[in-house]
């Protein structure tokens, strides 16, 4: 079994800055061999992908409505990935969840194998 926990979320400003943290435990192999990715979930809405990361960190893949203003970073040694959210947006209101697979630029949460049970991020307006 994988434990995700995330940390960082909450109330910031339209305009502003948040960094969410995932850290995962309890793997029967390494943080390494996994893809990590954020989703996010408002009231009503499906769950939506955001980012996702590769094992080594050196690919990435963001869904359009993100992209050039969220980053998405791993550190294996620390079994973390992050997610840097700037110039956010009332319509990035969510619980954002992290996620652990094999592919990391799926934006199908059925191929996710283990999640997080999500932070809470609200941008006022």
């Known amino acids: 079994q994988v434990q995700l926990v995330e940390s960082g979320g909450g109330l910031v400003q339209a305009g502003g800055s948040l960094s969410v943290s995932c850290v995962a435990s309890?793997?029967?192999?390494?943080?390494?061999?996994?893809?990590m990715g954020w989703f996010r979930q408002a009231p009503g809405k499906e769950r939506e992908f955001v980012a996702g990361i590769n094992r080594n960190g050196d690919n990435t893949y963001y869904a359009d409505s993100v992209k050039g203003r969220f980053t998405i970073s791993r550190d294996n040694a620390k079994n973390t990935v992050y997610l840097q959210m700037n110039s956010l947006k009332p319509e990035d209101t969510a619980v954002y969840s992290c996620?652990?697979?094999?592919?990391?630029?799926?934006?199908?949460?059925?191929?996710?194998?283990?999640w997080g049970r999500g932070t809470q991020v609200t941008v006022s307006s």
């Open positions: 309890g793997a029967t192999f390494t943080f390494s061999r996994l893809a």
């Open positions: 996620a652990g697979g094999s592919l990391f630029s799926s934006s199908r949460p059925s191929t996710w194998a283990y």
